[in-house]
Nanobody, 115 residues
Framework: QVQLVESGGGSVQAGGSLRLSCKVS???????MAWYRQAPGNERELVAS???????NYADAVKGRFTVSRENAKGTGSLQMNGLKVEDTAVYYC??????????WGQGTQVTVSS
């Protein structure tokens, strides 16, 4: 089974930056990697994704501020978050998805943005 370990969360002031990391056991080649977030009282929502050939997708709320990347040889993925807003406050989760629908999730890391 695939295991994901997330890190990089914390507390920042509005306008600040954080970089989240996701370390995956084994290879990530062939898997789509995505980041989701869930704020209190809200559903879990897709933030950004990057497929096996590097094509990216972003939620409208984070376009121009967040950048998703991956390093297959290291088995890692990252989410660079710039220009953070209070509404970005949430628990962020790393996700891997195979073409047959198989999925794995990280434990989540808290991001808190203060005004």
């Amino acid at each position: 089974q695939v295991q994901l370990v997330e890190s990089g969360g914390g507390s920042v002031q509005a306008g600040g930056s954080l970089r989240l990391s996701c370390k995956v056991s084994g290879t990530i080649f062939g898997w789509t990697m995505a980041w989701y977030r869930q704020a209190p009282g809200n559903e879990r929502e897709l933030v950004a994704s990057i497929n096996t050939v590097g094509a990216t997708n972003y939620a409208d709320a984070v376009k121009g501020r967040f950048t998703v990347s991956r390093e297959n040889a290291k088995g890692t993925g990252s989410l660079q978050m710039n220009g953070l807003k209070v509404e970005d406050t949430a628990v962020y989760y790393c996700n891997l998805r195979w073409k047959d629908g198989e999925q794995y999730w990280g434990q989540g890391t808290q991001v808190t943005v203060s005004s």
